[in-house]
């Protein structure tokens, strides 16, 4: 598998506004997927968007794919915060690779 | 909605002393995965386990290192001789349904060497 590279490192936003992160990958993929992590805790699967796919919802969630310039998006509208955590993106070729993860987004989000 | 759990969820141990860190996978997920996070640093992988045998595995993967799913459903990781930079958050994660490649992470265990 590939380490995707989350950008930015971190973001503070108030509650309700919008969370933007993107995520850079080298070589082609099967899909990408997108997981978070509260502070200390495991990772959870948030979403996953195959490479055939350009965009993808999931609740608040929404999840962008460009395989021409190798990159995804992740946007968190009226975020709460509950939403504080890092977000962390994973490339992935094959069911059962391994995840190979980058230093994620840190998002803080203010009440 | 199926979970993957993890016990102990804090084990701590002297340098040295063997520890066994305990995971219950999804029922019918078919890859089993280890990884770890020492403190603020990136989450790492450590091995993978399909078809009853180790698929791949990391440098930091050494032969302290094994792991064993006694009875079709555990999913274990030994340490046999800990080190103080053995410190860290384990995680152990399933996968996958049919057609489907999404990792399910258990809470992890925090384990502390003395």
């Known amino acids: 598998s590939q380490q995707g590279e989350e950008d930015p490192q971190a973001l503070s936003i108030q509650e309700g506004e919008n969370a933007t992160m993107n995520c850079s990958y080298k070589?082609?993929?099967?899909?990408l997927q997108w997981y978070r992590q509260n502070s200390g805790r495991g990772l959870v699967h948030l979403i996953l968007i195959r490479s055939n796919e350009r965009e993808k919802h999931s609740g608040r969630l929404r999840v962008t794919l460009d395989t021409s310039k190798k990159s995804s998006s992740l946007l968190i509208t009226a975020s709460r915060a509950a939403d504080t955590a890092s977000y962390f993106c994973a490339p992935d070729k094959a069911a059962g690779n391994k995840l190979t993860f980058g230093g994620g987004t840190r998002v803080l989000v203010k009440p | 909605e199926p979970e993957v759990t993890q016990t102990p969820s804090h084990q701590v141990t002297q340098m040295g002393q063997e520890v066994i860190l305990r995971c219950v996978p999804i029922s019918n997920h078919l890859y089993f995965y280890w990884y770890r996070q020492i403190l603020g640093q990136k989450v790492e992988f450590l091995v993978s386990f399909y078809n009853n045998e180790i698929s791949e595995k990391s440098e930091i993967f050494d032969d302290q290192f094994s792991v064993e799913r006694p009875d079709g459903s555990n999913f274990t990781l030994k340490i046999r001789s800990t080190k103080l930079e053995d410190s860290a958050m384990y995680f152990c994660a399933s996968c996958c349904r049919a057609q489907s490649y999404e990792q399910y992470f258990g809470p992890g265990t925090r384990l502390t060497v003395t």
């Open positions: 070589t082609s993929i099967n899909n």
